[in-house]
């Protein structure tokens, strides 16, 4: 493992457990390939207003954006 690596490492363990998950969205967020939360939100919007009026379609979409995120 590269000396950046091992540093990175060794900076989120120092972190607050509640910070950790923050620091993950920026480094996803810089990785070509994850997805935005924003963007996450703008497809699930797309699809409820597709499924609208099936049963149950909305309750799950509403559950999974209001899941708590790592």
């Known amino acids: 493992m590269s000396v950046q690596r091992e540093e990175l490492h060794h900076l989120i363990d120092e972190l607050p457990e509640e910070q950790v998950g923050r620091v993950l969205a920026l480094v996803r967020g810089s990785v070509p390939g994850h997805a935005s939360r924003k963007a996450v939100l703008a497809t699930l919007a797309a699809v409820q207003e597709r499924m609208s009026g099936v049963t ?3 309750e799950e979409l509403q559950s ?7």
């Open 64 to 70: 999974l954006r209001d899941e708590p995120r790592d």
């Open 56 to 58: 149950g379609v909305d």
